[in-house]
């Protein structure tokens, strides 16, 4: 079955750049989603990248996409305290969403 | 403001005795969804509705059973939980299909005593 792997932990200082990376298997991937979780509460959307798209910027996000090697991360650029979070790759494809374990970002001050 | 909303953002039910989990949206969506999370894992899909067409993941227990009265509202009905099923639940909503982006709500977590 469709299958999105990351890494479990990131550890950046504040100011910092924070690159989150997840590799996906489905080859019929439409968009791609970077999800935020912070501590009890649900998930927030926090951007998304059409699968015909090689980057897109969004303020300080930055989502880059390697469609031929199934590679997709985000960068948070001048990470600061409150991007502290998990964040989640989750990928479309002909089904519901197919989430990855999600990346535990510490952000040290 | 909020656009899905659940209630309650926390229930303790007692090992066995039925639980009701609502979820509430103002986006006017067609899809709606329910997701188990437990400590350090990822979302796990346990059903949607695309309008009032119920479909359930194969995985699913039985136990679980949901409710969509309308567009706006979605149940999510435990009928005998057990300690696995302490958990966050959490309720999305999409315009139309799976290839649309989800918008969550804040999730309920289940405590069991």
């Known amino acids: 079955g469709e299958d999105v792997e990351q890494s479990l932990f990131l550890s950046v200082r504040e100011g910092d750049s924070s690159v989150i990376n997840c590799t996906y298997t489905d080859s019929s991937s439409t968009y791609l989603y970077w999800y935020k979780q912070e501590p009890g509460a649900g998930l927030q959307l926090l951007t998304y990248?059409?699968?015909?798209?090689d980057m897109k910027q969004d303020q300080r996000l930055t989502v880059l996409l390697n469609k031929k090697d199934k590679h997709l991360s985000l960068r948070i650029a001048d990470t600061q305290t409150g991007d502290s979070a998990i964040y989640f790759c989750?990928?479309?494809?002909?089904?519901?969403?197919?989430f990855g374990k999600g990346t535990r970002l510490s952000v040290i001050a | 403001d909020a656009m899905v909303i659940q209630n309650p953002r926390y229930q303790v039910t007692q090992f066995g005795k039925p639980v009701t989990l609502s979820c509430s949206q103002t986006?006017?969506?067609?899809?709606m969804y329910w997701y188990q999370q437990k400590s350090s894992q990822a979302p796990k899909l346990l059903f949607h509705y695309y309008d009032k067409d119920f479909n359930n993941e194969a995985d699913t227990p039985d136990n679980f059973q949901s409710r969509r009265p309308n567009t706006s509202f979605c149940f999510l009905d435990i009928r005998s939980p057990g300690l696995g099923d302490a958990a966050m639940y959490l309720c999305?909503?999409?315009?139309?299909?799976?290839?649309?982006?989800?918008?969550f709500g804040d999730g309920t977590r289940l405590s069991i005593l």
């Open positions: 990248i059409f699968s015909n798209m």
């Open positions: 999305a909503t999409s315009p139309t299909d799976s290839n649309q982006p989800q918008h």
């Open positions: 986006l006017n969506h067609n899809v």
């Open positions: 989750a990928d479309s494809g002909n089904t519901p969403l197919v």
